[in-house]
Structures are given as C-alpha cells and as structure tokens.
C-alpha cells in the first residue's frame, strides 16, 4: 500500500505562492525587458574633457531685425520688468560686434523674475552652425541676475558632440545700448566626451 504524502498547510501555501510567482515572472518578466545596461565605450563614451567657449551673444531688442521679441509685457509697469517674457534667436559671435563672425544661435527664452531686482530665468540652447561643433548643441537653464558684474548658469544637457554635456557659463555685460540692444559675452565651460 502506497504511503500518503502529508504536507503541511504552510509548505503547501508555499508551494503555490511560488507557482504564482513564477507564472507571473514568466508573464509579466517581457515588460521590463526594455531596459538594459550599455557599456559606455560603445557610445563613444571615453574620456571627458573640458572645452572654453568664448562667446559673443547678440540680444537685438529694436529695429526691424529684432532677434529678441517680447511676447508677454511686464506686471504694472514694474521696473524691474516683472512678469515680462521674451523668446530669443541671437546670434552667437566670435567677437563683440554684431558684424563678427556668427558661429551659432542662442535660441530660447528669458523671463523677468525679480520683482525687487532685475533678475531673469533663462532658458536656451546654443546650437552651433560653424566649423566641428556644426549642428551640436548644449542647454543652459538658470537664474541671470542681471544686475551683477558676472553671472553664473548651469549647462544641463547637450546633443551631438554635446552630448551627456555638463558645465557652467559665466555671463557678464559688455555692452547695453538706450534702445535695448544688449552684447553679453558668455564664457562657456563644457563638460562633454
């Protein structure tokens, strides 16, 4: 006569909480399987390195070739512009003037924050149109006090030769005309591979 095999409750709970667990491993395992790891040397991923930029950027208020336009005015005649927000497509200089060689465009926006100082939100990509960097880009995204000799902002991002890019940009006035035409020169500092 053949031995009945007793088992308990709890083995036998067990036993179908690992049938289920493995049933829906099976079943549900494919979702995740999207993600992987990838070894950074097949993404050309080798060795960082630390490129300067210098930098001229071109905010043309006036005229008919603006390259800066208000597209929201600011809060109750607010001095410091509060409120107010332009979207950006300067250019990008070698040199201070306006004439120099273009080699890219800051392309974005800037909102005025400060309703007690004249302080900005920055928001803008440089894409290069010139030379190795021709079609790369990196983003800065930041807070302008633009009342302070130099301005620090972050580098958050890039693509192309940019990309995975990291870095600060250090901006300061050089010059600022009556009509609202404004020359800063942006001194870039890019993390990138």
């Known amino acids: 006569m053949a031995k009945a095999l007793l088992v308990s409750p709890s083995y036998f709970i067990f036993f179908i909480f690992l049938i289920f667990s493995s049933a829906t491993v099976s079943i549900f395992g494919e979702e995740y399987s999207y993600v992987k790891s990838i070894n950074p040397k097949k993404m050309n991923m080798l060795k960082e390195k630390v490129t300067h930029f210098q930098l001229y950027w071109q905010d043309v208020t006036s005229g008919s070739n603006a390259t800066s336009v208000t597209v929201l005015e600011e809060v109750n005649n607010s001095s410091t512009l509060f409120g ?20 890219g465009k800051s392309q974005g926006l800037y ?11 920055m928001v803008m990509n440089f894409a290069f149109t010139d030379g190795k960097y021709n079609g790369s880009t990196f983003t800065v995204v930041g807070r302008n006090n633009a ?16 990309r995975f890019a990291r870095g600060y940009v250090l901006a300061s006035t050089y010059s600022f005309s009556d009509n609202g035409d404004g020359t800063i020169e942006y001194n870039c500092y890019v993390i990138h591979y």
Do not use: H, Q, W, Y
């Open 84 to 103: 107010s927000v332009s979207i950006i497509d300067n250019s990008l200089t070698v040199g201070p003037n306006l004439s120099s060689k273009t080699v």
């Open 111 to 121: 909102a005025s924050t400060g309703i007690e100082e004249t302080s900005l939100l």
């Open 147 to 162: 009342n302070a000799k130099v301005r620090e902002m972050p580098i958050i991002g890039g693509s192309g030769l940019f």
